[in-house]
């Protein structure tokens, strides 16, 4: 049973920073793409980052580039995301998802298994 478990999400003032973590288990996470993901209320799931099975090629959101940074640890099964220079508007639930395949996918229509998020709340 494939199992995604996010942690590392918590309340932050504007500018700080949060690293998210996603332990897998029930899957060989060399085998997947990871992607992150979020949603705020009233809006709809949005795209944050994505790494590739052997995390040579990474993409990001226009709105978190150059502050977020995807890694991931397939030795230990986790994938991380890295939050710097975080803003109020970066207050969402975090979910981490995989996907069996070796490109990278930034659609949530594309990923195959979820956690239940952790989440990020962002003071001003």
């Known amino acids: 049973q494939v199992q995604l478990v996010e942690s590392g999400g918590g309340l932050v003032q504007a500018g700080g920073s949060l690293r998210l973590s996603c332990a897998a288990s029930?899957?060989?996470?060399?085998?997947?793409?990871m992607g992150w993901f979020r949603q705020a209320p009233g809006k709809e799931r949005e795209f944050v980052a994505a790494i590739s099975w052997s995390g040579s090629t990474t993409y990001y959101a226009d709105s978190v580039k150059g502050r977020f940074t995807v890694s991931r640890d397939n030795a230990k099964n986790m994938v991380y995301l890295q939050m710097n220079s975080l803003k109020p508007e970066d207050t969402a639930v975090y979910y981490c998802a995989a996907v069996r395949t070796n490109t990278v996918a930034r659609t949530p229509e594309a990923y195959n298994y979820w956690g239940s998020g952790t989440q990020v709340t962002v003071s001003s």
């Open positions: 029930g899957l060989t996470l060399s085998y997947y793409a």
